[in-house]
């Protein structure tokens, strides 16, 4: 997908990096800011070195913040002694829109995946093995997506925590809402049995 | 889709004005963006950087390029007599894929579209007159894309351009109504080529 113009195959490959973006989206990028003007591109780079350089993670709950405390460690009026353990600062935002968790984070920054070179040290189990220390914590809801990987960091989670006699929580797997039953997959339909509760 | 971190958010917007990317897509890059190392960021806004200074308008065609003149303008084997009269350089790269034409092109660098206030003058077509006046162009090809504005555009070219003496043809209806330029697999546009007819 060689354009024949290097320093535009350059910067395509760059956009090509990025996730989601195939090679001919990245060419498609890499000519649109070709039609920036000096002004607009200078906004571009700025912009990306800025983020890279105030924007840092949370000392307490490992989320991504421009502040010294992230605003969720900042509000006096969460609860510390729920803590949702999630994958990434994605997972935190899309917590925080359905505003119906009132506790606290901690972001992994990855998953195991022993596949991909990731180990356990390369999350940060350190970090939320120290938050646990003090016994301020109750409960832990351990947060993330219900994918291979995701039950796999849950699994080895679940096992360093229980020891600490902290109550460790999983969320619950099931139809999502909106879904019909037919077009439910097995291990979907057989955890949502398995996760059956009472009606009354 | 405000993240509350003033800096990604700025970086998100960047994204989301490129082509093709909303602003759930845009928030996505820019935190793979924070994943870089500063090297990384370096990397790519130098080549935003480089490819904005260095790639300019072959001065004959107006193709993009980074040489003085573009690879198919400076190559003797191309046949000048035949000109093929496209909306942008990624209907060059198209054309060039199928290497089926062997004549040269000329970039307009858009479509006429009074809805979005671009009328004839933003159009390299007094560059595009000036080319045909020395009468050694014996045919232009309107290789416009089959959609409102490209035919729009190839039916003001021909009106343009038919009192010049010069045989002006349109491509084939192979192309899918609707469709971009870009996307038309390689036989599709081969045909459409080999099926071009005259416009007067």
Same mark, same amino acid.
């Given at each position: 997908?060689?354009?024949? $113009?290097?320093?535009?195959?350059?910067?395509?490959?760059?956009?090509?990096?990025?996730?989601?973006?195939?090679?001919?989206?990245?060419?498609?990028?890499?000519?649109?800011?070709?039609?920036?003007?000096?002004?607009? $591109?200078?906004?571009?780079?700025?912009?990306?070195?800025?983020?890279?350089?105030?924007?840092?993670?949370?000392?307490?709950?490992?989320?991504?913040?421009? &502040?010294?405390?992230?605003? $969720?460690?900042?509000?006096?009026?969460?609860?510390?002694?729920?803590?949702?353990?999630?994958?990434?600062?994605?997972?935190?935002?899309?917590?925080? &829109?359905?505003?119906?968790? &009132?506790?606290?984070?901690?972001?992994?920054?990855?998953?195991?995946?022993?596949?991909?070179?990731?180990?356990?040290?390369?999350?940060?189990?350190?970090?939320?093995?120290?938050?646990?220390?003090?016994?301020?914590?109750?409960?832990?809801?351990?947060?993330?997506?219900?994918?291979?990987?995701?039950?796999?960091?849950?699994?080895? $989670?679940?096992?360093?925590?229980?020891?600490?006699?902290?109550?460790?929580?999983?969320?619950?797997?099931?139809?999502?809402?909106?879904?019909?039953?037919?077009?439910?997959?097995?291990?979907?339909?057989?955890?949502?049995?398995?996760?059956?509760?009472?009606?009354?």
């Amino acid at each position: 997908m060689s354009t024949g $113009i290097e320093a535009l195959d350059v910067l395509a490959e760059q956009f090509a990096r990025l996730p989601g973006i195939g090679r001919k989206s990245a060419q498609r990028l890499a000519l649109a800011v070709l039609e920036y003007s000096e002004d607009d $591109i200078t906004s571009f780079t700025s912009a990306m070195q800025s983020a890279k350089e105030k924007i840092h993670r949370c000392p307490v709950c490992e989320n991504l913040t421009d &502040r010294e405390l992230c605003p $969720i460690c900042a509000d006096p009026d969460r609860d510390r002694s729920v803590l949702c353990v999630v994958e990434d600062a994605r997972a935190v935002m899309a917590f925080e &829109r359905v505003r119906s968790f &009132r506790g606290v984070y901690h972001v992994l920054h990855g998953l195991i995946s022993p596949m991909n070179g990731i180990t356990p040290d390369a999350l940060t189990l350190r970090e939320l093995l120290s938050r646990l220390s003090d016994g301020s914590v109750r409960e832990v809801i351990v947060a993330t997506g219900a994918t291979t990987e995701g039950e796999a960091t849950a699994m080895y $989670i679940a096992r360093l925590l229980t020891p600490l006699g902290v109550r460790v929580t999983r969320l619950a797997h099931g139809i999502p809402y909106g879904g019909e039953l037919e077009y439910a997959d097995e291990i979907t339909l057989s955890r949502a049995l398995e996760g059956r509760r009472s009606m009354d």
